[in-house]
């Protein structure tokens, strides 16, 4: 059997049997097509499944490894092959997955940058800045949502025109990671920009998605990142290389933390499944940090400091409901 339509199978089962996300669906099939290819380049002009196996996949595994990336990048290359084997084992296709027997470095935390306030404000105004009008206000309610919501690129993209509620000022994400829904709340500042964008928006529309770039073409993954680049331009950061959509998400969880939120409530918001994915988004503040000095001290004044100091988890939750009603 030739490698490819075995690969093509796996897909197909992760697909439709599986139901990943969009996402997880283009990873494995850019990384299984990458093996795909090495092989032919590698001696094997023909790939047939019995060329997976754990000596080309060591030899692949020493090829990626020599490539200079990061561990956690290393995990993206030979996960789905290894979970790729374990789908030909559970199959009967082989008895053993020969990836199963590659060890793989330890996997080193995702280097995360959140985009400062700052620049998130100098985005927002620069905006203004474009000259279409049409586009300008697009692309502000597409910034609302990113910023003030923390969604995901493949979820904005799939948000319909029902899925906007501004009265009730919630945003109703169907797609989500897992295939799971969530209600995620708006502040005053999307649903300004939203009722903005949805005054404009093309009544003859071809689709019912929320945001389109004319009448017959919707908004694409491709689409939100070019926004964010634009709009980067204009306000002359586009040398700031860490801002991205999702950066934008990263700074959203964390402005949600400092200003009160559970990590419970943030988890929810950001639609994770697990709480260790969301304590990724936990920070100290080092000023903050630094002002918890006197706490330290046996001085009689820092402790009358401390007597007149509110109480934290009153006041983040003070802070909270500031910034989210």
């Known amino acids: 059997m030739k490698l490819l339509e075995s690969i093509e199978d796996y897909l197909r089962f992760l697909q439709f049997e599986q139901g990943v996300s969009k996402t997880t669906y283009k990873s494995y099939h850019a990384y299984l097509f990458h093996f795909h290819k090495w092989l032919i380049e590698n001696g094997y002009p023909s790939p047939e499944l019995k060329d997976y ?5 060591r030899r692949y595994f020493y090829y990626v490894s020599g490539k200079g990336l990061r561990p956690r ?81 493949a979820e904005v993209c799939d948000l319909k025109l029902t899925d906007a509620d501004l009265a009730d000022g919630w945003l109703l994400v169907r797609s989500g990671k897992g295939s799971k829904s969530r209600k995620v709340p708006l502040c005053t500042e999307a649903i300004d920009a939203l009722a903005m964008w949805l005054g404009i928006r093309p009544a003859d529309c071809q689709h019912d998605y929320l945001f389109s770039v004319d009448r017959s073409r919707r908004l694409y993954y491709t689409g939100i990142r070019s926004i964010v680049e634009e709009v980067k331009h204009l306000a002359g950061l586009a040398d700031k290389t860490h801002i991205c959509p999702h950066s934008l998400r990263h700074s959203c969880a964390s402005r949600l933390m400092r200003n009160g939120a559970s990590l419970h409530e943030v988890m929810t918001w950001l639609g994770h499944t697990q709480i260790s994915t969301t304590q990724r988004y936990l920070h100290t503040n080092e000023m903050e940090l630094k002002s918890t000095a006197s706490f330290a001290s046996l001085a009689p004044q820092a402790k009358e400091n ?14 909270y409901r500031r910034v989210t009603r």
């Not at 374990?86 to 959140?114: M, Q, W, Y």
């Open 306 to 319: 401390n007597a007149t100091r509110p109480p934290q988890g009153e006041e983040r939750q003070a802070r």
């Open 53 to 57: 196996n754990t000596t080309t996949l």
């Open 73 to 153: 990048s290393i995990y993206g290359y030979m996960v789905p092959l290894r979970s790729y084997g374990a789908f030909l084992v559970e199959h009967g296709v082989l008895t053993e997955n020969p990836a199963s027997s590659i060890k793989l470095p330890k996997k080193d935390a995702a280097i995360r940058r959140e985009t400062s306030e700052e620049e998130i404000l100098a985005m927002w105004n620069a905006v203004t800045k474009q000259r279409n009008q049409y586009r300008a206000v697009m692309q502000k309610a597409v910034l609302a949502v990113l910023i003030y919501t923390g969604l995901r690129r």
